[in-house]
């Protein structure tokens, strides 16, 4: 039984393959995957393989999934994702990869988010190809807002989601769902909404007040004029198109996530708001 996980130099491929390893995968059945590999050095020393992908070299990838049982497809962060995507896809087709385990976004069939175009192309890509599959449909991670706590802090939350839910959830759970899906733990050719419990960006605010001790205020703007505020702070032009493409989404509900699934894959609660963010206070 080989296991390979793609983006395992990125921060949720590498949990999942600490979540594998804590499962009680053998490190030899373990394939790392990533551009910058040594960033899984570490990973190395402890027996898992380590080995050089670049989703844009089909052979690349080839190489890497020859003798692959199960595949982590981590989605990628480029803006030719989606063409990056179809050569994994065609890649693990090629060699006869049993599973492909792909990290999708919530609500990927009926998302209106700019960033849904290409996971529901990748979707469909996968199911085209006939590899027996599990889509995971993560919403946002918690991290996206606790490693803004400083800025909360000092300037308010700034945002344009309106009173939208967002069944935000940490890293490491969504890898704990990842492993778990890897390990039996889910049904091929289903799809897995996944998220924690949700809150507004008010409810976030109230958090933020209620563990700092200081009173910070949500502050709801038009999309365009959110994509301004994010532009002055630095943040380039189409980064911040999608970003406040993100919040319009949240806004109409494309990250709020119905059931229990999260729940159901890794066996336990997911971790809070309130829990990720004392953690990180
Ligand atoms: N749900 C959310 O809130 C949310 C937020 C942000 C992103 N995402 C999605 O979830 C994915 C995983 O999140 P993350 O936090 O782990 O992201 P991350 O830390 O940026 O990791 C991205 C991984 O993708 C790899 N990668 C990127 N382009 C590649 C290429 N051309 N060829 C091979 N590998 C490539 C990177 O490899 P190197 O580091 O070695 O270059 C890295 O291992 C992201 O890529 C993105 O699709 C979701």
């Known amino acids: 039984m080989s296991i390979a996980v793609t983006g395992a ?9 600490e979540s594998l390893l804590r499962r009680g995968v053998p490190p030899d059945q373990i394939v790392a995957l990533g551009r910058n590999v040594a960033k899984a ?7 898992v393989a380590v ?12 190489l890497a999934f020859a003798g692959v049982d199960e595949l982590m497809f981590v989605s990628g962060n480029e803006a030719r994702k989606r063409e990056q995507h179809r050569n994994v896809v065609t890649a693990a087709k090629d060699t006869g990869v049993g599973l492909i385990v792909y990290t999708s976004i919530a609500n990927a069939d009926r998302s209106t988010l700019m960033l849904a175009a290409d996971h529901r192309a990748t979707e469909q890509e996968i199911v085209a190809s006939g590899v027996p599959f599990v889509f995971l449909r993560n919403s946002w991670y918690l991290e996206n807002y606790t490693s803004q706590l400083p ?7 700034v945002g344009a989601a309106g009173d939208g839910e967002i069944s935000a959830a940490t890293r490491a759970d969504f890898a704990d769902a990842a492993a778990a899906a890897l390990t039996g733990g889910a049904q091929a050719g289903q799809a897995y909404e996944l998220g924690g419990a949700a809150f507004t960006m008010a409810g976030l605010a109230d958090e933020v007040s209620r563990q700092s001790g200081k009173q910070i205020t949500y502050t ?8 301004g505020v994010l532009v002055d702070g630095g943040t ?9 493409d993100g919040d319009r989404g949240v806004a109409s509900g494309d990250l709020h996530v119905e059931g229990n699934d999260l729940e159901r894959l890794i066996g336990r609660q997911p971790t809070t708001l309130a829990e990720a963010s004392r953690d990180a206070m």
């Open 220 to 227: 709801d703007l038009p999309v365009d004029k959110y994509v």
């Open 236 to 244: 380039p032009q189409a980064g911040a198109e999608i970003v406040a």
């Open 151 to 157: 800025t909360y802090q000092e300037r308010g939350i």
């Open 9 to 17: 130099t990125g921060h949720l491929g590498r949990l999942i393959v």
């Open 41 to 47: 050095d570490d990973l190395r020393d402890r027996g």
């Open 51 to 62: 080995v050089q992908i670049q989703y844009d070299d089909v052979d690349s990838l080839r």
